[in-house]
């Protein structure tokens, strides 16, 4: 009888949540189910797709695909308005659940979670009893439309590349003894922190295959990558375990908080730009507030579509739904403050210096970034104490917004814009609710 190797042991399970948005759709709506859906951030052809049901993927619709050409694709199709609201609900349902079966050890991302084994969990029968009980307490608990394919492995890195290598609904189990062949057939892009430009720059160092990559010694890897990275991914792929499993190093201290939103048609003037930054305004100091910091600086970025003839003299970029732009961006400094009307009048100034001429009436981005946070705890009182009973006022509007909703009560240069930009869906982290609505 074949013993198992005592080291083949399962210390991090990664849960992946499969199209979840998607899923999410179609578990709220039993008539979507079984059909092609895409979930998009406005109902305009020019968007992008930014989830995709598992019919949608069949036909080669993905994250990213433009709508118009996913419409193309599938006439069919069914388009969803994406919903952070119950996006963040459902992820905390899944949360709860997941916990029933194996305490969650670190949320990566609104669709992902990670769990970490202890002694006899870690048993590869036992730790994939756990995966097996965490998939049907998902579909028991929140919904059956929602499958999650989970990877098992001796480090987290491993196991978030095993949750992406069976989907739907998989389960793989990497054991220290079958690495790192187990993971050799795999493509270079597969690897968590390899994008397309990182994908470039190890091909021109002549390494094109998972193959050539395993071959390197561990000097090797640190030259290829040209810091400890380069040693940590070569631990990782062997089953190590080196103190951070992937995981990006935390400074524990938060640096910026923001908004940005791309500007439906209605909102593409100087005008509606202009309210739109008061919005996202308003939702960003009223953050700031809620997670106690202080801001010292603010950011604004405002990006201006070009027409054809324009963008042919112009230095221009082009944004994912296609449109070609130029951008402008600028940065304020202030005394460390956290109340609206301060910061607005900052935005104000701002805003004043922005570009103008024909290039520049067409705003279709627009992104404001309160930066240089400091906790209340180090925040120095001013000698002239609350000027204008300034931060009264905030304290004020936040009782009745976070009561009520976080629009109730706002100054009137954000009126025309009040109702768009909602909440934008987290990709990379779960949204945290105050009073009634996530942010």
Known sequence: MQTLDQSDRFTFLHIDLNSFFASVEQELHPEYRNRPLAVVPTLGDTTCCIAASYEAK????????????????????????????????????????????CPVAHTPSIDEMVCQLIGREQEPPRARKIAL??????????????????????????????????????????????LPRAVAHLELRDLPGVGAKTEVRLNAKGITTMESLLALDRPGMHKLWDSVWGDRLYHWLRGADTGDDGAPVDSGVQKSLGHSHVLGP????????????????????????????????????????????????????????????????????????????????????????????????????????????????EFQESLFGDEGNRGELSATMDKLNLKYGHTTLHFAGMLPARDSAPTRIAFTQIPVQYGVDYM
């Not at 992820?91 to 709860?96: G, R, T």
């Not at 999650?148 to 003894?177: E, H, T, V, W």
């Open 58 to 101: 069949a036909l080669t619709i993905k994250t990213g695909t433009q709508v118009g050409e996913a419409k193309r694709l599938c006439p069919e199709i069914i388009l969803v308005q994406g919903n952070h609201n119950v996006y963040a609900e459902f992820s905390h349902k899944i949360a709860a659940a997941v916990e029933r079966c």
């Open 133 to 178: 009980e965490i998939k049907q307490a998902i579909k028991d608990d929140v919904g059956q439309t929602l499958r999650c394919s989970i990877g098992m492995a001796p480090n987290r890195y491993l196991a978030k590349i095993a949750s992406d290598m069976q989907k739907p609904d998989g389960l793989i189990g990497l054991l220290p003894s079958q």
């Open 266 to 377: 209605e909102h593409r003037s100087q005008g509606g730009s202009w309210a739109v930054a008061h919005k996202l305004l308003h939702k960003a100091s009223m953050r700031l507030r809620m997670e106690k910091f202080y801001a010292g600086s603010m950011g604004v970025t405002i990006r201006y579509q070009l027409t054809r003839e324009q963008a042919a003299r112009m230095k221009s970029k082009k944004h994912f739904s296609g449109i070609k732009h130029s951008s402008w961006g600028m940065e304020a400094r202030f005394r460390d403050c956290q109340d609206t009307l301060t910061l607005l009048s900052v935005l104000r100034s701002v805003w004043q210096q922005s570009p103008q001429g024909p290039e520049f009436e067409r705003p279709f981005f627009v992104g404001v970034t309160l930066r240089n946070l400091i906790p209340e705890s």
